[in-house]
């Protein structure tokens, strides 16, 4: 490492990481403290130009310790899963040459150097949406590239699971499997790609964030309760996920949407199910307004499935108060979002463009400009013209209109960075 | 049978039978149109004298056609459950005879007559109190009292067994088991008793009504498509229920309230674990405010029981909108009453008297005489006092309290039938 007159050096990366929302879920660890996990899991990459954590990280001679900002608040880096992530990365770290600003630092120099990463996540962290999934990806992509680690992504999925279970999967674009693995020390526990994200470009992905409050059982502490206290979840694990793992890889290879879509309704309604099991019963459809919203949904999307005979939507839920829904193709995205603001129009004052976010294509499709278009909507076909419909003004936050999407990218621009090229600070 | 001149005799019988709740619920059948369960069951038998089915039963040579009232208004007999009971107890009547009415019936002259069965539920129908239960059993149990059908309880509870499921479970009192039998003709799914009600009369039960609404989804067809689609369920009946059976007898015999609580609350939740794990998902917590007052309740007693270190009081939900709460015993049934009173407070317009029925010894023990002494109630001990505490207003129908009771009796007043013992017809 030069030192002479250099002391002022930073050395950045900019990263940008997709989240991803699980199909078969991951539940339940066989190892806390490695996140290993009692069973294989599939997830779809969301495309991060709708959802995305993008992560500076920057290296300096002038940073005494390691820091870390999450969304402009600084963050405590002294948790087990940062300090796992950054001492595998350190290890795996390499000689650096920047020729331009004359710095090297070499394999050796690593241990010493302190490291800087500023996060922010363009949607509502800890609201369900996999937000530490695409930080802790992208936090060990980023430092990876800064740091010249040489391993391939799949190394990569496995230090970035030791921060966060799920992140390992958004690793990767399109659909990916997380192999559980059988090592005790985790080694074999990775992500791979199934198929990258134009395979099966088709699908629409519409979320419904109900809420953006934090949710109230954390997932660590509600999957350990499970594990511990479910009669059900080891007969889940063992016996009915090794069945749909197989069966999920081979809708997406078909891109058989009947398939996909009732194996993916069905894995969240029973990830709910071993939830409840637990004791105490974890609801994680937990207060009042997420519940009415999310059970209006499934049974929405149920009614209207049955109606048209083969599946037109999958519905998802994770732990947070949001409703995942993927439909089949672009027509029936335009109709299932006709749908979803009827059931769900705005509240009067709100803007068209902050109710409905992401790809505004699909609400053109729905031929909804304004919303007054949204007042006037029908009811739906599947709905029985006898008895009055309720509408639920103001029950959903937003929609976010998105698909399945690329896996992280180092971003070049500088202007993009999110620190400050002299400082090494949050820009 | 005589004929000369006495073709206006009616001869009737009056019964009285209990409602069960299950502790170690029955999902699933085996075979449908007998009704042979996948996994043994144990219930309380509710005490009759706040939760009964009274059924009066006659026989004249005037009937033409079977006939039966129920709550009122005549039903089809026509269904194939009831037709299998009426079928089972024929073919097992006897001779009778009435001395002081003169009336002689040979045994094989039942074939040919013909009954009216008048049935009064204290309770609403089909809310999820098992009416059917009650129901079905008090006809069978008067039926065969009137057809001098000498067989024991035990091969009456098959038959009832057959007319619904539950029903069998209510042929006795206290602590009941249906053990679900390996005979294909069901011969040996029967009921047997573990212990009669003074076992364990310390408990007390007090049931809270959220709504008197007809559940929406039978038991009958969610239970089917629990079997056919519900990866979990065979699991639970096969693995999971039958160690349960062990320790709930065990917990039974020894009145070991913490491990009878623990059973029942995991029994409750793994049951809606199940449904929810059906393809569609089955809510029996189903419309918005059943649902927030059952989650409170789960909520609430989690805590509590949390609170005092040792379980105070178990819950368990069946398929209607009603919370049944199992209190170790009348000290903590009063404490229990006055939080739920708490949280649950009646309209303004209500009369204490009809907003907590049954048993009214509780109400005295928890010191309240008048509404207003509901209005002055404390927060509970185990809630946090820096955070403001919502009561639910409204939104409990009203509450039952009650405990373990006896079997069914034949009630031999006959101010108590609900025949005219001239017309054969409802009172």
Same mark, same amino acid.
């Given at each position: 490492?030069?030192?002479?007159?250099?002391?002022?050096?930073?050395?950045?990366?900019?990263?940008?990481?997709?989240?991803?929302?699980?199909?078969?879920?991951?539940?339940?660890?066989?190892? &806390?403290?490695?996140?290993?996990?009692?069973?294989?899991?599939?997830?779809?990459?969301?495309?991060?130009?709708?959802?995305?954590?993008?992560?500076?990280? @920057?290296?300096?001679?002038?940073?005494?310790?390691?820091?870390?900002?999450?969304?402009?608040?600084?963050?405590?880096?002294?948790?087990?899963? %940062?300090?796992?992530?950054?001492?595998?990365?350190?290890?795996? @770290?390499?000689?650096?040459?920047?020729?331009?600003?004359?710095?090297?630092?070499?394999? *050796?120099?690593?241990?010493?150097?302190?490291?800087?990463?500023?996060?922010?996540?363009?949607?509502?962290?800890?609201?369900?949406?996999?937000?530490?999934?695409?930080?802790?990806?992208?936090?060990?992509?980023?430092?990876?590239?800064?740091?010249?680690?040489?391993?391939?992504?799949? !190394?990569?999925?496995?230090?970035?699971?030791?921060?966060?279970?799920?992140?390992?999967?958004?690793?990767?674009?399109?659909?990916?499997?997380?192999?559980?693995?059988?090592?005790?020390?985790?080694?074999?526990?990775?992500?791979?790609?199934?198929?990258?994200?134009?395979?099966?470009?088709?699908?629409?992905?519409?979320?419904?964030?109900?809420?953006?409050?934090?949710?109230?059982?954390?997932?660590?502490?509600?999957?350990?309760? !499970?594990?511990?206290?479910? @009669?059900?979840?080891?007969?889940?694990?063992?016996?009915?996920?090794? *069945?749909?793992?197989?069966?999920?890889?081979?809708?997406?290879?078909?891109?058989? %949407? +009947?398939?996909?879509?009732?194996?993916?309704?069905?894995?969240?309604?029973?990830?709910?199910?071993?939830?409840?099991?637990?004791?105490?019963?974890?609801?994680?459809?937990?207060?009042?307004?997420?519940?009415?919203?999310?059970?209006?949904?499934?049974?929405?999307?149920?009614?209207?499935?049955?109606?048209?005979?083969?599946?037109?939507?999958?519905?998802?839920?994770?732990?947070?108060?949001?409703?995942?829904?993927?439909?089949?193709?672009?027509?029936?995205?335009?109709?299932?979002?006709?749908?979803?603001?009827?059931?769900?129009? +705005?509240?009067?004052?709100?803007?068209?463009?902050?109710?409905?976010?992401?790809?505004?294509?699909?609400?053109?499709?729905?031929?909804?400009?304004?919303?007054?278009?949204? &007042?006037?909507?029908? +009811?739906?076909?599947?709905?029985?013209?006898?008895?009055?419909?309720?509408?639920?003004?103001?029950?959903?936050?937003?929609?976010?209109?998105?698909?399945?999407?690329?896996?992280?990218?180092?971003? !070049?621009?500088?202007?993009?960075?999110?620190?400050?090229?002299?400082?090494?600070?949050?820009?």
């Amino acid at each position: 490492m030069e030192e002479d007159g250099v002391k002022s050096w930073v050395m950045a990366v900019t990263a940008q990481t997709p989240t991803n929302i699980a199909v078969i879920k991951y539940w339940g660890k066989r190892d &806390e403290s490695l996140i290993l996990p009692i069973n294989d899991s599939i997830s779809i990459t969301l495309d991060p130009a709708h959802l995305c954590t993008t992560t500076s990280v @920057a290296v300096s001679p002038s940073f005494t310790h390691d820091r870390m900002w999450l969304n402009g608040k600084e963050i405590s880096l002294s948790g087990g899963r %940062f300090q796992n992530c950054l001492r595998e990365l350190r290890s795996r @770290a390499n000689d650096v040459e920047d020729v331009e600003k004359g710095v090297k630092i070499a394999k *050796k120099d690593w241990d010493n150097m302190h490291v800087h990463i500023v996060s922010y996540n363009n949607f509502p962290t800890a609201a369900g949406l996999a937000s530490s999934a695409a930080g802790l990806a992208c936090l060990v992509f980023s430092l990876a590239k800064l740091m010249n680690v040489k391993e391939d992504h799949s !190394t990569l999925s496995a230090i970035a699971r030791q921060g966060s279970g799920s992140a390992c999967r958004s690793l990767y674009g399109g659909f990916v499997k997380w192999i559980m693995g059988k090592e005790e020390n985790g080694s074999d526990s990775i992500a791979v790609q199934l198929a990258d994200e134009k395979h099966w470009d088709d699908l629409v992905i519409i979320i419904a964030v109900v809420s953006s409050r934090q949710k109230e059982t954390s997932s660590t502490s509600g999957m350990r309760d !499970t594990v511990e206290t479910s @009669a059900l979840v080891e007969h889940r694990a063992k016996v009915v996920v090794p *069945k749909r793992i197989i069966q999920m890889e081979e809708a997406i290879k078909n891109r058989d %949407f +009947p398939a996909f879509a009732a194996l993916t309704c069905a894995d969240s309604n029973q990830f709910h199910a071993v939830a409840l099991d637990t004791c105490p019963p974890i609801f994680y459809m937990n207060d009042t307004s997420h519940r009415q919203v999310l059970f209006l949904i499934i049974s929405r999307v149920e009614k209207w499935n049955r109606f048209e005979g083969t599946p037109q939507v999958a519905y998802t839920f994770d732990a947070g108060p949001n409703a995942v829904l993927i439909s089949r193709d672009r027509k029936t995205a335009a109709l299932l979002l006709q749908r979803l603001l009827f059931y769900f129009p +705005p509240q009067s004052e709100t803007d068209l463009n902050s109710y409905v976010i992401g790809d505004k294509t699909i609400l053109q499709d729905a031929g909804i400009q304004k919303v007054d278009d949204i &007042e006037t909507l029908a +009811p739906p076909p599947e709905t029985n013209a006898n008895i009055p419909v309720h509408r639920y003004k103001g029950d959903v936050s937003y929609f976010i209109c998105t698909g399945p999407g690329r896996g992280p990218v180092v971003l !070049t621009d500088e202007n993009q960075s999110l620190i400050d090229p002299k400082t090494g600070l949050p820009k």
